[in-house]
């Protein structure tokens, strides 16, 4: 038995520490399976994406490491990449790039007055800027958006799995900015579930703020949602330091299988199945 996790960040983006030391921890963690999904480059001015001048380093080590610890776990490249209208989508450069999987997920929700591209997970005081300053103040507008530029990326980009799929409430812990409950809210997630089903892309349940402030993306709530739909789900820990890959695990395995869960979709042998769990980790041939 053993965890995965497809979705982490290391030194390449905004991730805390080399991916061999990553790859360390997996091993003595037991871990069958782990996937590297740094920032992918975007083409302007970004803190915490990959330059595009490492790109061919990363996937170069990635490469090295993959066969150096082959005979003790599988290493997985891929990236996460943006979809951004104003530039067509996911950046064109990665077009040509080898990937095991890819991870779609929306961050970049307009600019700023002065062109800076605004992304809604940064600060508080970022979000409500980007809502008063893009969004006139109406955060159904901007909420309504985020969910339209998810289906979008669905409809018009190739990956394998949707990144933090709710993301948008995460400042809804700092302050109520928008009822999660309200039917028009509930409409945008069940359109949104609608389209996944359809397209047969795996969910992350994503845990990387599940130790700070108990919160999954998707949470708990919208478990019986995706089951009703049969779509298929992995969970991830979106992991931005070595020791963080398994956090809250037990945890969301248990939600899942109340929600009527039985098999998580996992990477093994170049292909996608569906493999049995428990709260202890994944049942592995």
């Excluded at 991870?103 to 062109?115: C, L, R, V, Y």
């Excluded at 695990?249 to 299988?257: G, I, P, Q, S």
């Amino acid at each position: 038995m053993g965890w995965t996790n497809y979705h982490g960040h290391c030194n390449y983006c905004d991730g805390h520490g080399k991916m061999e030391e990553y790859i360390q921890y997996a091993i003595k963690n037991k871990m069958p399976v782990i996937g590297f999904s740094s920032h992918a480059p975007v083409p302007f001015d970004c803190f915490w994406t990959m330059k595009e001048k490492n790109l061919s380093l990363y996937l170069q080590e990635l490469d090295a490491l993959k066969k150096k610890y082959s005979r003790d776990i599988a290493v997985l490249c891929s990236l996460e990449m943006d979809y951004i209208p104003e530039i067509g989508g996911f950046n064109p450069i990665l077009n040509e790039v080898n990937l095991d999987y890819k991870i779609g997920s929306i961050h970049f929700m307009g600019q700023f007055n002065d062109g800076e591209y605004w992304a809604i997970d940064g600060s508080f005081e970022e979000f409500k800027k980007g809502l008063n300053e893009i969004f006139r103040g109406d955060i159904e507008l901007l909420v309504k958006r985020f969910y339209q530029l998810n289906r979008e990326m669905i409809e018009k980009q190739n990956f394998e799995i949707i990144g933090h799929l709710d993301k948008i409430k995460m400042h809804n812990i700092v302050e109520p900015l928008f009822d999660e409950h309200a039917p028009w809210y509930r409409q945008e997630i069940n359109t949104t579930l609608d389209l996944i089903a359809e397209k047969n892309i795996i969910v992350e349940i994503n845990t990387k703020s599940y130790e700070a402030n108990g919160l999954l993306f998707p949470g708990v709530d919208l478990f019986p949602l995706l089951k009703q739909r049969n779509i298929p789900v992995t969970i991830n820990s979106d992991s931005h330091y070595p020791e963080k890959q398994q956090c809250g695990f037990t945890y969301v395995a248990e939600e899942l299988y109340q929600a009527g869960y039985r098999y998580l979709r996992e990477y093994k042998d170049g292909q996608w199945i569906d493999l049995s769990f428990n709260k202890n980790g994944l049942i592995w041939d």
